[in-house]
Structures are given as C-alpha cells and as structure tokens.
C-alpha cells in the first residue's frame, strides 16, 4: 500500500494567449493512499490516490475547479481524470476560485495496477498548467523520537527501503560551498568564517588533521583535490518591494559569486565561478585563503528575507539528470518556472565522483517561500507583522521541508558523498562535542520535556516584532532557532549524509570548522 510522500512542491505557469500575466500556477506537494475513504469501491487491484495541489489563478477571471479538470499523466499511455469522490474529501478540490488567489485541496484518482504517474495536470479554457508527480520514494509513516511524539514535517524515512548501492570508493575531490548569510546583522559571524579560512584550506590541502607537522596519524588523511564557492541567502522578495531587498525578483538567486570585496586589501574586483586549490599546485593554502577571503566576505547589503535553504538548493541543482545526481533524479523548478544553475551557471562546480560539502552560516532561521505573496507588504492573505510572517505564517507560505531534504540527497548519486554542515543559532553548550553525534531531540523534538527551552519558535515579550533569540552574547549580536535547517540536516544524516550542526553563537571557528573537516574526511574516505 502507497504510504504518504512528500514530494517537492514545483511551481509550473503557463502563459496563455492573453499574455504573462494571463497565468494558471499548479504545484503539487504531496500523494496519498485514500483507499479507505468512505463510499470507494474501486477494483481488486485499484487504489484510490489523493494527490495534494496548491493552484494559482492569475488568469483575471473566475475559474471553476473541479475534479474533471485535473488529470493524472503517466510517461505513456491513457492520462487518468479526476475522480468525482473527492468532492466529499475534507480538503477536496471544488468551487470556483477569484482572480489572483490560490486553493490548496486534494484531488483524487483511480489508479489501476501498474499506473506510475509522472506529472499532474490541470486545464482550463485552453490553458493548461502541470507539476511533477514523484513516487519513487516512500516516505512512510512519521519517524519518532525515542519516547516522544511525532515530529512535524521531519521528512521521508531514507533509511528504509532505499537501494543506494554500494559504498562508494575514496574520493580525493572536494567541491565545498559555502551558504553566506548575507543581510544586515551577519558582520561578525562573516569575520569568524573568514578567520579560520586558512585553517580549512590548511588542513584539507595537506590532510594533516591533527597539526602535528605529519601526516601519518591515524586521523590524517590524503589531500583533497579543492573546489570553493560561495552563495548568498538573498533569493529576492517575489517582486514585491520590501525593505532591505533591493532586488525584488531573484536576488543572487543562488548564483555563485564572483564579485570581490575590493574594499579589503589584495583583493580584485571580480574571481571566477568558483576557486580552485590544487594540493601540488604551487599555491600555498594561506595564498588560496586570502583569495577565498575576497569572494566569502559577501557583505550585509543582503534580503532580509533569508532563503538559505532554497538558496543552496537552486545553486546545485542542474536542470536534468546528470552523471553525478542520483539514479531518480527529479528536476525541481523555482520562481517564475526557472530551473537550478547546477548545470548552467553553476556549472563545473560539482564534479562526478566528489565529496560535495554544503555549509550555510546563518544566524537566522529559513525562510524558503512558495508562495511569494508572504513579501506582499499589503497581502490580504498573510497579515501578520512583515518581520514575523516567516514564522506566523510557515505552514501555509514556505516550502516542504521534503523539498530540501530529498533535493539534496538526489545530488549524489551515493548519499555518502554528501556532507551537510550548518553553523547557525543553536545554542554553543548544546552542540556536538568533537567527534561526537548531534543530540536531535534536544535540538528538534516536539516533545518540550526532551527540546532545549531556547530552540522553542516564539514572540520575544521584550520585543513582539521578532522571535525570542536562541542565544545572544554581548557585543556579538543575537541568533534565532533555526528549526527548518535542524530539521533538514536531521533528515538527511538518517537518508546516509554526513552531517554536524555548529553554534553560529561562538565567536571563535575554530572547533566548528574541524568537525566540517572530520565529516568531510569521512565522507571522502568511502566504504
């Protein structure tokens, strides 16, 4: 029997014939096994599928929706209708829908033995509209914490069914990315990152892990062949003006930097895509940190907005499945029906067989949106405090947690290659010890006797347009729970990534950047 999946919400438009702005937007987010709903009888082998949509209409007009106006396509072969039972679905799709509003409901279908969908469609007058339809992985039910309740939206059970193959062999590529918070109060955590730069590029370059001048200890490892590059978390505001977006659209929309910061000494006005360290290649590791400098100081002119995890998501995606992504890969879309720069300006960057290390620093919890009408200054729809509405309004108006989760698994063809490294606003006392696991339920658990007070999402009395720091050190500034991220990289660490959570809160790197280092070495290491 089918079990819930949570499949990433793509947002497909069509343009009619009257032009851009005469647009039907259809995202599909998730498929589920309603065969048990009262009054279907289908046949032996049937199966009643309710396919979970969120439908825009910017058409103009009223639209009627209705189950016959949805299809459910396979790759080849008779497209199924919409079956008529969900009108009496509680979350059925049905009524008429007024110009420049969306409807999230169900649609069901009769799904014969053997019917693999591809993609869901919806048609309108001569318009159609379509999003990907995923099965190929089963979610399952919800995960626990070990005593505790479950956990909201923690994502797709990897550890369960999953062929991956086998362990891949020792890698001595690395292509490391860098996700740099760059809005306004990321000053010193920019100055922390950048001071234990040389460290990094020392350490992975040589494989002297321990610093002892050899590299025969049972900790070194060989040197890693070294790929940087660095986003930023401003994806834009949807178009609408806000303050501190001064690009409303895309932002940097995950493109990876190239400008150079010239106000620093040594620094030039532009680098490529991403830098290079080759370990014998005449360059010293303090050389190539001073340059990596230039690019990784991103500044604080960014959103403040912050897309971090979109952000990365866009950056590596490529547009179709390649020869290092997974054997399922699915192509996600992002705003305004545009594909990742994994394989277009991005591309290069990820390499076949590579350790592919993503670190987002960030002092700020995600505020990935599907719904960009959350930066609608005036939105009748999402009315609470703009500086609150990625909290108030998260369920309804930011992605899935599964989009980020199985996005970027798929980027490896083996999930062991994937390193998944965030230094953000946990609190330092509570993050793993060197070498040791992350405490998840402390960080994450909805069961408030097992999670740690300060990682509790909640309106600061002392200041009710912002959320209740999870830590704030004099002279150092404030950060927020990052629960989404937490969430993200606690999913992906059970689908077979190697993955730490680090204290964005410590003034010193130090330690953090070594447990990126370890995770990294492990991950190059192989089976």
Same mark, same amino acid.
């Given at each position: 029997?089918?079990?819930?999946?949570?499949?990433?919400?793509?947002?497909?438009?069509?343009?009619?014939?009257?032009?851009?702005?005469?647009?039907?937007?259809?995202?599909?987010?998730?498929?589920?096994?309603?065969?048990?709903?009262?009054?279907?009888?289908?046949?032996?082998?049937?199966?009643?599928?309710?396919?979970?949509?969120?439908?825009?209409?910017?058409?103009?007009?009223?639209?009627?929706?209705?189950?016959?106006?949805?299809?459910?396509?396979?790759?080849?072969?008779?497209?199924?209708?919409?079956?008529?039972?969900?009108?009496?679905?509680?979350?059925?799709?049905?009524?008429?829908?007024?110009?420049?509003?969306?409807?999230?409901?169900?649609?069901?279908?009769?799904?014969?033995?053997?019917?693999?969908?591809?993609?869901?469609?919806?048609?309108?007058?001569?318009?159609?509209?379509?999003?990907?339809?995923?099965?190929?992985?089963?979610?399952?039910?919800?995960?626990?914490?070990?005593?505790?309740?479950?956990?909201?939206?923690?994502?797709?059970?990897?550890?369960?069914?999953?062929?991956?193959?086998?362990?891949?062999?020792?890698?001595?590529?690395?292509?490391?990315?860098?996700?740099?918070?760059?809005?306004?109060?990321?000053?010193?955590?920019?100055?922390?990152?950048?001071?234990?730069?040389?460290?990094?590029?020392?350490?992975?370059?040589?494989?002297?892990?321990?610093?002892?001048?050899?590299?025969?200890?049972?900790?070194?490892?060989?040197?890693?062949?070294?790929?940087?590059?660095?986003?930023?978390?401003?994806?834009?505001?949807?178009?609408?003006?806000?303050?501190?977006?001064?690009?409303?659209?895309?932002?940097?929309?995950?493109?990876?930097?190239?400008?150079?910061?010239?106000?620093?000494?040594?620094?030039?006005?532009?680098?490529?895509?991403?830098?290079?360290?080759?370990?014998?290649?005449?360059?010293?590791?303090?050389?190539?940190?001073?340059?990596?400098?230039?690019?990784?100081?991103?500044?604080?002119?960014?959103?403040?907005?912050?897309?971090?995890?979109?952000?990365?998501?866009?950056?590596?995606?490529?547009?179709?499945?390649?020869?290092?992504?997974?054997?399922?890969?699915?192509?996600?879309?992002?705003?305004?029906?545009?594909?990742?720069?994994?394989?277009?300006?991005?591309?290069?960057?990820?390499?076949?067989?590579?350790?592919?290390?993503?670190?987002?620093?960030?002092?700020?919890?995600?505020?990935?949106?599907?719904?960009?009408?959350?930066?609608?200054?005036?939105?009748?729809?999402?009315?609470?405090?703009?500086?609150?509405?990625?909290?108030?309004?998260?369920?309804?108006?930011?992605?899935?947690?599964?989009?980020? #989760? /199985?996005?970027?698994?798929?980027? *490896?063809?083996? +999930? &062991?290659?994937? $390193?998944?490294?965030?230094? %953000?606003?946990? !609190?330092?006392?509570?993050?793993?010890?060197?070498?040791?696991?992350?405490?998840?339920?402390?960080?994450?658990?909805?069961?408030?006797?097992?999670?740690?007070?300060?990682?509790?999402?909640? #309106? /600061?009395?002392?200041?009710?347009? *912002?959320?209740? +720091? &999870?830590?704030? $050190?004099?002279?150092?500034? %404030?950060?927020? !729970?990052?629960?989404?991220?937490?969430?993200?990289?606690?999913?992906?660490?059970?689908?077979?990534?190697?993955?730490?959570?680090?204290?964005?809160?410590?003034?010193?790197?130090?330690?953090? #950047?070594?447990?990126?280092?370890?995770?990294?070495?492990?991950?190059?290491?192989?089976?």
């Amino acid at each position: 029997m089918l079990r819930r999946l949570l499949a990433a919400s793509l947002l497909l438009l069509f343009a009619a014939c009257g032009g851009p702005s005469a647009t039907i937007g259809l995202e599909a987010h998730g498929v589920e096994d309603r065969s048990s709903t009262a009054g279907y009888a289908g046949g032996p082998d049937a199966r009643l599928l309710a396919v979970r949509i969120r439908l825009l209409n910017a058409t103009g007009a009223t639209i009627p929706v209705t189950p016959s106006a949805f299809f459910l396509e396979p790759a080849s072969g008779t497209s199924l209708v919409g079956h008529p039972l969900t009108a009496s679905f509680s979350d059925g799709c049905g009524g008429a829908l007024a110009p420049d509003r969306t409807i999230t409901c169900s649609v069901g279908f009769d799904v014969p033995a053997g019917f693999v969908p591809v993609q869901i469609a919806f048609e309108h007058d001569g318009q159609r509209a379509t999003a990907p339809v995923t099965l190929g992985r089963d979610a399952g039910p919800a995960e626990r914490d070990a005593g505790g309740p479950t956990r909201r939206d923690a994502g797709p059970d990897f550890d369960a069914g999953r062929d991956v193959g086998p362990p891949p062999p020792r890698t001595q590529e690395l292509d490391l990315l860098f996700m740099v918070d760059n809005s306004n109060s990321m000053d010193e955590e920019q100055a922390s990152l950048i001071a234990q730069l040389p460290l990094l590029v020392e350490v992975l370059g040589t494989g002297d892990f321990d610093r002892d001048g050899s590299t025969t200890g049972p900790e070194d490892f060989p040197p890693f062949d070294l790929h940087v590059g660095v986003v930023t978390s401003d994806m834009g505001s949807g178009g609408f003006t806000v303050p501190t977006c001064a690009r409303s659209d895309f932002g940097d929309d995950g493109i990876l930097r190239t400008q150079g910061r010239i106000d620093i000494a040594g620094c030039m006005a532009t680098y490529p895509m991403f830098l290079r360290f080759r370990p014998s290649g005449g360059e010293t590791p303090e050389e190539f940190a001073r340059e990596a400098t230039c690019v990784t100081a991103a500044g604080t002119g960014g959103c403040g907005f912050e897309q971090q995890l979109e952000s990365i998501l866009k950056a590596l995606s490529p547009s179709a499945p390649t020869r290092w992504t997974a054997a399922d890969y699915t192509t996600p879309s992002f705003f305004r029906n545009t594909f990742g720069h994994g394989d277009r300006q991005n591309d290069g960057f990820v390499r076949d067989d590579s350790v592919l290390a993503i670190v987002p620093v960030s002092d700020e919890e995600d505020c990935s949106v599907r719904d960009p009408e959350l930066f609608n200054p005036s939105s009748a729809v999402y009315t609470a405090d703009l500086n609150l509405r990625c909290f108030a309004h998260a369920d309804a108006a930011l992605y899935p947690l599964a989009r980020f #989760i /199985d996005g970027y698994l798929q980027l *490896r063809r083996h +999930p &062991s290659r994937l $390193v998944f490294a965030p230094i %953000v606003g946990i !609190p330092a006392d509570i993050q793993p010890t060197p070498g040791g696991s992350v405490d998840w339920p402390l960080l994450i658990s909805e069961d408030p006797a097992r999670r740690d007070d300060r990682m509790e999402e909640r #309106i /600061d009395p002392a200041m009710p347009s *912002r959320l209740q +720091p &999870s830590c704030n $050190v004099p002279g150092r500034g %404030v950060a927020y !729970p990052p629960v989404r991220i937490a969430r993200v990289a606690e999913a992906v660490e059970r689908g077979g990534a190697h993955v730490t959570i680090r204290s964005i809160c410590e003034e010193d790197f130090e330690t953090s #950047i070594l447990e990126i280092i370890r995770q990294i070495r492990d991950s190059g290491a192989g089976g």
